[in-house]
């Protein structure tokens, strides 16, 4: 296993794992999420895999930075980079590689990670995806070449024993699949059983002995059934059997290996502006970042030592706003140690942590101790960090807490149980219980999160993700959240003390303490309830594919955050109201060459205000493999509910060009037209977005 470099925002990084039969891509993320589907189903040179951010933050809105992580490529895994984006159609983790390969995508061990495990690219080492049946592959090799599209039940099991004779395990698996769907029920018993067969013979032994339990289900009785089920039998002593560990490909033995460093220093220029017929342009943004990331790691026989820093500059050109002239922010600096002689791992430092109760960015530390193989103790404490305010710690704010994490047990079953407290200014802040419940089944996983705060007495969050995936490739997501948005705490009684907006005093409240000072008979725990709404969502979506290379998306979602009370001296917030949201897309590769991939979606969304229809389509269309451009367009239509209707146009590409290896270019730019002015005296809104820079990976 070897290790690459952190990327920013929700991508934290990636290990690749060779010690198995097939390499493993280990993605790492800073946030909890959801596997919900990917795409294509088992091979390509790029993969495009779609999660859903379960933490507080996503329920919040608050969108995560594009990150790109890149990987020295190698024979057995020609993975070239890992990248993560919010679109349209929601969060995506995109894998390019330099070749064709067949992939394996699952959920991580715990709610923070993302799996893919490599096959070759030839057709004998397929692996199957999410340990699940997806769409058959073609029966294309020459045992099926006389074949018809149409062809009798039949030519296609004299065509599939041809296949299984000249050892061609995909098309024959294929062909034995079509044989099971047959209305004629005649072929479907011994389709079943070779169906099996092929597969375990392919080397996906998983679904090998998903089909057998299919046959002995169907057909518990007869001499075929006895043979299935030794056959089951004998897989299921396989997987029992201790394996010999092999040595991690393309690295040398832990011992050797040392001190790695990675990591990636960028700087970019961002500039976005109105231009008005008759006040020129309007410079709305003008900024010049720079990023730098670094990762060091060593591994002993006994230790796994990591650190990391992360950190940017950011020089805004503009007239000083909010105090964002020129801002320093160390988003990651820790150090972290896995001793595992004793099971002991901690991690000191500013981290980023989304599950146990903890929330986000904080400067602290964590210690587990993992006591059993299904068993894990952690206690945590620290200072939240600030977003946007400051690189310094913030010590007026302070929490403790610990978690018991456990599973799998019973193959599937795994989550944790939690309690945590938080102090503001001396005061309690926020006193909460909780728990994650994970049933991480490949047909039917499921996820559950609660959170009730002891001190205010209300549910924080109670959260359901369920997804059903059929024999097909189909996959059905039902997803159920109900949360207070921020989390209850005592400091929400800031929300809406903005500076110089304190209660008849003319100054502001930036701490729980100013309040007090202001009105010390204010009940801070009855301001900070009314000032807290509760976000309430519900969604339905389903994608099923419809070719190797096609598939179609679509989801309802209903949502709603709560009106607030407010207080004399704070506004109430009216509510957004029920909104409804309808989604469908069209996701598919190899439209134009053998690389790109190309999405087309609509969303139509009801709201108080006014109505939108949404329309888009992006593209990755790699034009050599040095050049990437990214096409997309999207275009919107309001219908005002108290104004006119309104018509919005925002095309845009993105240029990505290698250098040298290493040294990347990049440019992005875009243009956006309105038919309603957004500047006085003026009949519409015309605006462009540049960005441009350059990373050097290292």
Not at 470 to 476: C, Q, S, V
Request: net charge negative; aromatic share 12%.
């Amino acid at each position: 296993m070897f290790s690459a470099a952190m990327a920013q925002g929700v991508l934290e990084g990636l290990d690749v794992d060779g010690s198995g039969r097939r390499p493993v891509i280990h993605i790492r993320l800073a946030e909890p999420v959801n596997y919900v589907r990917h795409s294509p189903a088992e091979s390509g040179d790029t993969l495009r895999i779609r999660v859903n951010r379960t933490s507080p933050a996503a329920a919040q809105g608050v969108v995560p930075q594009p990150g790109t992580l890149r990987w020295p490529a190698t024979a057995e895994v020609p993975l070239t980079e890992v990248g993560y984006e919010t679109k349209p159609g929601g969060d995506f983790l995109t894998l390019r590689f330099n070749r064709v390969v067949n992939f394996q995508v699952r959920p991580g061990k715990d709610a923070q990670g993302i799996d893919v495990e490599i096959a070759g690219s030839g057709d004998g080492d397929r692996v199957g995806t999410g340990d699940r049946s997806l769409p058959v592959p073609p029966a294309s090799g020459a045992c099926a070449s006389g074949l018809r599209v149409k062809s009798p039940p039949a030519d296609l099991k004299e065509a599939a024993r041809q296949c299984m004779i000249k050892e061609d395990w995909p098309a024959a698996i294929g062909l034995y699949t079509k044989l099971v769907q047959q209305p004629d029920a005649s072929y479907q018993r011994e389709a079943q059983e070779m169906l099996g067969l092929a597969r375990e013979r392919n080397g996906q032994a998983f679904r090998a002995k998903t089909e057998y339990e299919k046959y002995l289900q169907r057909y518990p009785e007869g001499e075929a059934a006895e043979r299935v089920k030794k056959r089951l039998d004998a897989l299921n002593s396989a997987d029992q059997q201790p394996k010999e560990k092999l040595t991690p490909l393309s690295s040398s033995p832990v011992a050797e290996r040392g001190w790695e460093t990675y990591g990636s220093f960028g700087q970019y220029y961002f500039r976005d502006a109105l231009l008005t017929d008759n006040q020129g342009e309007y410079v709305d943004q003008s900024l010049f970042l720079t990023v730098l990331d670094v990762t060091s790691r060593l591994r002993t026989e006994r230790f796994d030592i990591r650190t990391q820093f992360d950190a940017r500059y950011r020089q805004n050109f503009l007239k000083v706003v909010y105090d964002e002239n020129n801002q320093f922010r160390v988003a990651n600096a820790f150090i972290d140690v896995v001793d595992k002689a004793t099971g002991v791992s901690g991690r000191i430092g500013r981290q980023s942590r989304s599950s146990g109760g903890a929330m986000g960015r904080f400067d602290g530390g964590v210690l587990s101790y993992r006591f059993a193989p299904q068993w894990q103790a952690t206690v945590i404490g620290g200072f939240p960090v600030l977003p946007y305010r400051s690189t310094a710690p913030n010590t007026n704010t302070s929490f403790e807490g610990a978690s018991l994490e456990f599973g799998p047990f019973a193959d599937y079953w795994a989550g944790n149980v939690f309690f945590i407290n938080q102090t503001v200014d001396g005061l309690l802040g926020r006193r909460a219980v909780g728990g994650e419940g994970r049933y991480q089944h490949p047909v039917h996983p499921l996820f559950t999160l609660f959170d009730y705060d002891v001190h205010f007495n209300a549910l924080n969050t109670a959260q359901v993700v369920a997804n059903w995936n059929f024999d097909n490739g189909a996959i059905l997501t039902l997803t159920a959240d109900y949360r207070k948005t921020p989390y209850l705490s005592t400091s929400n009684a800031l929300i809406g003390w903005g500076s110089g907006y304190g209660p008849g005093t003319g100054y502001g409240a930036d701490s729980v303490g100013d309040i007090l000072r202001y009105q010390d008979t204010i009940d801070l725990k009855t301001l900070a309830e009314d000032n807290t709404p509760t976000f309430k969502y519900l969604s339905i979506s389903g994608m099923t594919p419809i070719t190797p290379d096609t598939q179609i998306n679509a989801d309802i979602t209903v949502s709603n955050l709560s009106a607030t009370k407010g207080s004399p001296w704070v506004s109430a917030y009216q509510g957004s109201g029920t909104q409804v949201s309808y989604f469908g897309q069209v996701i598919t590769n190899r439209l134009i060459t053998d690389n790109d991939v190309w999405n087309f979606g609509l969303r139509y969304m009801t709201q108080q205000i006014d109505d939108i229809l949404s329309g888009f389509v992006d593209a990755h269309y790699p034009v050599t493999p040095d050049i990437r451009i990214d096409p997309r367009l999207r275009v919107d239509y309001f219908t005002g509910f108290d104004g006119p209707d309104v018509w919005r146009v925002r095309p845009g590409t993105r240029f990505n060009y290698r250098v040298v290896d290493g040294l990347y270019f990049e440019l992005e730019g875009g243009f956006e037209y309105m038919t309603k002015p957004l500047v006085l005296n003026e009949r519409d809104t015309k605006g462009y977005y540049v960005n441009v820079g350059y990373r050097w990976d290292f």
